[in-house]
């Protein structure tokens, strides 16, 4: 072990020396080295962006039944507890989930007709933080809010009607202001309440008496309830496949974002293998090429490396010779197109800042891609310095001493 180290010491000493033709092959790696960077950088962190932007995004996690249907608790109790669903709430007739009118109790703007009602509780993607509404607490959306001029802790006035035997009927309820939402809900000009004040909605616009609000009716129908529509959300974009799939089995046609989904991972499918040929055909000329440099190399030492064979050092003490420096030549690349690579990064991320998003960057590496590339460049390094260690290995004391 100690010749290896001193044969190492040696060839680190002799790259030295030979800094010129050292700088040549460290720039050649470079100018390989930092496109390959750039374009992984690129591939990644615009994939990257589309798949945050996709995830974060609560509606391309929105699974939409198609039409109205009559799904009852089991089928509501076999989909919460599949793999995959973030948030599952039934939801009742979308003619029957809206106020008639609603506004603020202290005047302020005029009232809106036609508001939506959407049910909502824990998990609610579209609460961004609020709390669930409970009781008459209600979540607005920011343009209803501002339509509305109101604030949290704000008190509205909602008006529910009904038409039985010919005669138009009334309901007003007073609701309290919860939470205000920036997330993006569907229509833009609803709520989100409780699924008991939609239901208890649905149930007095059908004629029924809704005892625990006062509201007179029809004696209910003494069934289970059934629920036309529902409001469902998964864990991520890449479970709504299964989960659409699942539905689909039990005859529920649904709508998703699988469309924008599919489409970026075939953006990412094709520019991966768009890198993979690129980054090979360019790992490959450089492998040769420093496979043939190197062996140059020892065929310019070989007077050297055989005097030094003379003097007793073993043959994987001369082996280590293009091995130390391959490494070096490597290491050096790699720092250096690092530093390009940081160079090229922040300008295209300065380039297309108009069109991102606080937090996201076009192109971008974590530190394990800078890990994987270093030690790729290494063993590529050690692979061609195989060549010239083998001539090395061949180069007898005999031909030291033809010039002693």
């Known amino acids: 072990m100690g010749r290896i180290a001193l044969a190492a010491h ?3 000493k002799d790259f030295g020396h030979d800094w010129r033709i050292v700088l040549c092959q460290v720039l050649g790696l470079t100018a390989v080295l930092a496109p390959l960077l750039v374009l992984f950088g690129m591939r990644f962190g615009l994939i990257d962006t589309l798949a945050q932007r996709l995830i974060e995004d609560p509606r ?7 039409g109205s249907s009559r799904f009852d608790a089991a089928f509501f109790r076999d989909l919460a507890g599949r793999e995959g669903v973030a948030f599952i709430v039934p939801a009742t007739r979308s003619i029957a989930a809206s106020f008639t009118r609603l506004r603020k109790q202290d005047g302020g703007s005029r009232p809106l007709s036609g508001v939506a009602l959407l049910p909502s509780g824990p998990g609610d993607p579209l609460l961004a933080g609020n709390a669930p509404p409970a009781g008459d607490a209600v979540v607005l959306g920011r343009r209803l809010a501002d339509s509305l001029g109101a604030a949290v802790g704000d008190r509205l006035t909602a008006e529910i009607t009904r038409q039985r035997d010919g005669r138009i009927e009334a309901q007003r309820l007073a609701l309290a202001v919860a939470g205000v939402t920036d997330a993006p809900i569907a229509p833009a000009d609803a709520l989100l309440a409780p699924l008991d004040l939609l239901t208890a909605t649905e149930d007095w616009r059908d004629g029924f008496a809704v005892g625990d609000r006062g509201w007179a009716g029809a004696p209910p129908p003494a069934m289970d309830r059934v629920f036309a529509r529902f409001r469902l959300y998964a864990d991520s974009i890449y479970d709504i496949a299964a989960i659409e799939a699942w539905l689909k089995e039990r005859g529920v046609e649904v709508r998703t974002a699988s469309a924008d989904i599919a489409q970026m991972q075939l953006l990412d499918r094709n520019l991966g293998i768009a890198f993979w040929l690129i980054a090979g055909c360019g790992a490959l000329g450089y492998l040769v090429s420093l496979a043939a440099s190197l062996r140059g190399h020892v065929e310019r ?7 030094l064979r003379l003097i007793g050092l073993p043959t994987r003490s001369l082996v280590a010779f293009p091995v130390v420096q391959a490494v070096l030549i490597a290491v050096l690349g790699v720092v250096l197109a690092g530093l390009v690579f940081q160079g090229a990064a922040v300008a295209l991320n300065t380039i297309f800042a108009g069109s991102l998003q606080p937090g996201e960057r076009i192109c971008r590496l974590l530190l394990v891609h800078f890990g994987i590339a270093a030690a790729a460049t290494i063993l590529a390094a050690l692979l061609s310095a195989s060549w010239g260690g083998l001539l090395a290995a061949r180069i007898q004391p005999s ?3 033809r010039d002693v």
């Open 301 to 307: 030492k070989r007077r050297d490396l055989a005097m």
């Open 10 to 12: 040696l060839a680190a």
């Open 399 to 401: 031909e030291g001493l």
């Open 60 to 66: 391309n996690r929105e699974i939409v039944p198609a």
